[in-house]
Nanobody
Framework: QVDLVESGGGLGQPGGSLRLSCSAS????????MGWYRQPPGEQRELVAT???????NYADSVKGRFTISRVNNKNTVALEMNSLKPEDTAVYLC??????????????WGQGTQVTVSS
């Protein structure tokens, strides 16, 4: 039913690492940008990182130098390597994909979300 499927969430330790993966459905027409958002408990959803089909990346200031977004095999699969985890990284992480449905129409796709908890 979902267009994007995340995996790899779970429990991490402060200072440790976790890796998230997101795979897009083959039925999505053309993905220009994929990325990760997160929603900490009681807070608004915020951008974590994005990557374009050309490999350009963008990171939130809070994760720069700690998280790395990358393509896996093709533009429709991305990974988020999270290093030096902090308790404030705890959130539901959601995969995002921007589909160029038509030349002048963009469709947004969202994964169901995966829980990341960082605690000692």
């Amino acid at each position: 039913q979902v267009d994007l499927v995340e995996s790899g969430g779970g429990l991490g330790q402060p200072g440790g690492s976790l890796r998230l993966s997101c795979s897009a459905s083959a039925t999505i027409y053309n993905i220009e940008t994929m990325g990760w958002y997160r929603q900490p408990p009681g807070e608004q959803r915020e951008l974590v990182a994005t990557i374009t089909n050309l490999g350009s990346t963008n990171y939130a200031d809070s994760v720069k130098g700690r998280f790395t977004i990358s393509r896996v095999n093709n533009k429709n699969t991305v990974a988020l390597e999270m290093n030096s985890l902090k308790p404030e990284d705890t959130a539901v992480y959601l995969c995002y994909a921007e589909e160029r449905y038509k030349p002048y129409i963009i469709r947004d796709h969202w994964g169901q979300g995966t829980q990341v908890t960082v605690s000692s």
